[in-house]
């Protein structure tokens, strides 16, 4: 039932800074704990970060701790990532996503793009 909708993704250098965000709808967005996911081309999804349903628990992958940072504004039923110090191995395909067994909702991605 909840829809997700990621957006924020392009083309950065390396050392460049992006904000996603995703959108949700169709549910109730702060009942749930709410994940980035990401894929990178020929490779299997790889967890990046988790924010809870307050906002005041975040979890990351040893990957981009200390360059990203999850956040959410359920007011807005939004989550963010912000994506700073980008490095060539961030590019992928992110997804926002509440994961089971609370849900299994993912959005359709935005493509992320590190390269000089």
């Known amino acids: 039932q909840v829809q997700l909708l990621e957006s924020g993704g392009g083309l950065v250098q390396p050392g460049g800074s992006l904000r996603l965000s995703c959108a949700a709808s169709g549910g109730t967005f702060s009942n749930y704990a709410i994940n980035w996911v990401r894929q990178a081309p020929g490779k299997g999804p790889e967890w990046v970060s988790t924010?809870?349903?307050?906002?005041?628990?975040?979890y990351y992958a040893d990957s981009v701790k200390g360059r990203f940072t999850i956040s959410r504004d359920n007011a807005k039923n939004t989550l963010y990532l912000q994506m700073n110090s980008l490095k060539p191995e961030d590019t992928a395909l992110y997804y926002c996503?509440?994961?089971?067994?609370?849900?299994?909702?993912w959005g359709q991605g935005t493509q992320v793009t590190v390269s000089s």
């Open positions: 924010i809870n349903t307050g906002g005041g628990s975040t």
């Open positions: 996503a509440i994961l089971p067994p609370a849900r299994d909702a």
